[in-house]
């Protein structure tokens, strides 16, 4: 019988700007609406309150590509989840969940303690994985998205535990039935 592949190694690490070309192509993968250049830029140079990472798998050439993004914004004691996508080609790796998770926990050491995000209503897999951290639906934007004036769920963390955190952080596989779509 044939063994499954082996899971890529995975690293996060802080987004640089010579990382935009392939974040924003994995952004337009994922999204309907996706950021642009511009946005990605901005987030590592100029907006203070933003906490940008990027995951990074191994190649079977021995380097590394980036799979993956996550974008907060860190106001006060607030987390907001801005961003989040997996390249389609790694998902059901739980990398999104990695790069949420170790995201979660960088704003937690900057004095966050609550988090929340908009999710699409129809986004039932992406829905899923911000449960699996404790994230609840406490209200709904109607028509927040603009290109087919589907309603977004906000969905907020009321107590992040960083201990919690650091165990969904070094998860790494997930079930097909668990994956995560990739759309906000």
């Known amino acids: 019988m044939m063994q499954p592949p082996a899971a ?3 690293r996060i690490r802080p987004m640089r700007l010579e990382d935009v070309p392939r974040v924003y192509a994995i952004d337009r993968l994922c999204f309907s609406l996706p950021w642009t250049e511009r946005s990605y830029i901005f987030e590592i140079t100029e907006n203070i309150n933003s906490s940008a990472w990027v995951a990074e798998v191994s190649t079977p050439e021995g380097g590394y590509e980036i799979a993956g993004m996550v974008v907060n914004w860190i106001i006060l004691d607030e987390a907001h989840v801005a961003t989040l996508g997996v390249h389609p080609d790694y998902r059901r790796l ?5 790069l949420l998770a170790h ?5 937690w050491k900057r004095g966050a303690r609550i988090a ?3 999710v699409r209503r129809g986004n039932v897999n992406a829905q899923a994985l911000y449960e699996r951290f404790g994230f609840e639906v406490v209200g709904e934007r109607p028509r927040y998205y603009k290109d087919n004036n589907e309603d977004a769920l906000l969905m907020t963390l009321e107590r992040m535990q960083v201990e919690k955190l650091k165990a969904l952080e070094t998860t790494l596989r997930v079930s097909a039935s668990q994956s995560y779509s990739g759309e906000r």
Not at 103 to 107: D, F, P, Q, T, V
């Open 8 to 10: 890529p190694a995975v």
């Open 94 to 98: 739980r990398i999104g969940q990695r």
């Open 103 to 107: 995201s979660l926990i960088e704003a």
């Open 116 to 118: 929340f995000l908009e």
